[in-house]
């Protein structure tokens, strides 16, 4: 073969190598994107938690940052943060709210519609249960003092209100904060809840569209937005 020709050959050959190697590479990445696998995963990792089969409704760390606690319809799930396997399933279980303790390190607050539940992650199982039949609850947050878990939520009787309670952490006591009664409140779902760094205001919104800032310590609206 004449030397022009070879040389032709030998860049018409690492041409197609070249493009082969790119196509591969892509193929890789298209069937990662879509299984959410790698085509060998002999050695893959996994980066964030997965394997609810629906959205997460609220996640946390534990108050020692060695496990993460997540919540979707399927129920609580609870990955180990070194490496993030899944190491307890709670599928009857269900949080809207996920906190630490603020004070004890060995809790985890779970908030459901139905009651406040606190998880020992020492014992790994739930220590203490505490209803409120007049709440259907909704988002939580802890005060900045850590005396205080305030819950919002609305009436479970017979009224549109949106409500704010507050447990105490030393006794487990409910305390009715809040109370704003509003015709479109049937069915709302009062979706986040916060409070300032000095305790006395909290705001919280629903799921039309509307927030309103309390004064919790008067105990009364100081404004809506809407």
Request: with cysteine.
């Amino acid at each position: 073969m004449h030397p022009k020709h070879c040389i032709l050959f030998t860049k018409n050959l690492t041409h197609k190598y070249w493009f082969m190697k790119k196509f591969i590479s892509f193929s890789l990445l298209l069937t990662f994107l879509v299984s959410g696998k790698p085509m060998f995963s002999q050695k893959a990792a996994l980066l964030i938690p997965t394997g609810h089969s629906n959205n997460i409704g609220s996640l946390s760390f534990s108050p020692d940052d060695r496990y993460i606690f997540s919540s979707s319809n399927d129920g609580i799930k609870i990955w180990q943060a070194s490496d993030y396997k899944l190491i307890k399933k709670m599928e009857d279980e269900f949080a809207s709210a996920i906190l630490p303790h603020p004070v004890d390190k060995n809790l985890v607050i779970l908030v459901s519609s139905k009651e406040v539940r606190f998880f020992d992650i020492n014992r790994f199982e739930i220590v203490k249960r505490i209803a409120n039949d007049s709440i259907k609850m909704g988002d939580a947050v802890t005060s900045p003092d850590g005396r205080y878990l305030y819950v919002a939520g609305i009436s479970k009787a017979n009224k549109p209100s949106m409500l704010i309670w507050r447990l105490n952490l030393s006794d487990f006591s409910f305390e009715k904060v809040f109370e704003h009664f509003d015709a479109s409140m049937y069915n709302v779902v009062c979706s986040n809840l916060s409070i300032n760094s000095s305790g006395t205001e909290l705001l919280v919104n629903d799921h039309n569209y509307n927030s309103y800032l309390i004064d919790g310590k008067q105990r009364k609206l100081i404004k809506t937005i809407s």
